[in-house]
């Protein structure tokens, strides 16, 4: 391995895929939902939008469903 690289002579290739990592969406959450992750994030130390994104990740990983009975939307 070399102890320095020159980077202005690399030709750097640009990942094809970022695009699919993650796309911003406006999401309208209760004041109850954004304070218990933002909690979460105080305590854990993760920024809280990101355990938003690995909670919902978890509940399509394991195909869970939300039981809308009784519930006021």
Known sequence: MKKNYD????KGV?????K?????IKL??????IRYFQTL???IGIEYKTIINLYI????ASK???NFK???L
């Not at 980077?7 to 690399?10: D, G, P, Q, S, V």
């Not at 309208?28 to 939902?33: E, G, K, R």
């Not at 990740?57 to 399509?60: G, L, Q, S, Y």
């Open 7 to 10: 980077f202005l002579k690399m």
């Open 64 to 66: 869970r469903h939300i």
């Open 41 to 43: 994030s105080c305590d």
């Open 28 to 33: 309208d959450l209760d004041l109850d939902s």
């Open 20 to 24: 699919n990592l993650t796309k911003e």
């Open 70 to 72: 009784n519930k006021v």
């Open 14 to 18: 640009k990942n094809p895929y970022v």
């Open 57 to 60: 990740k978890d509940c399509v």
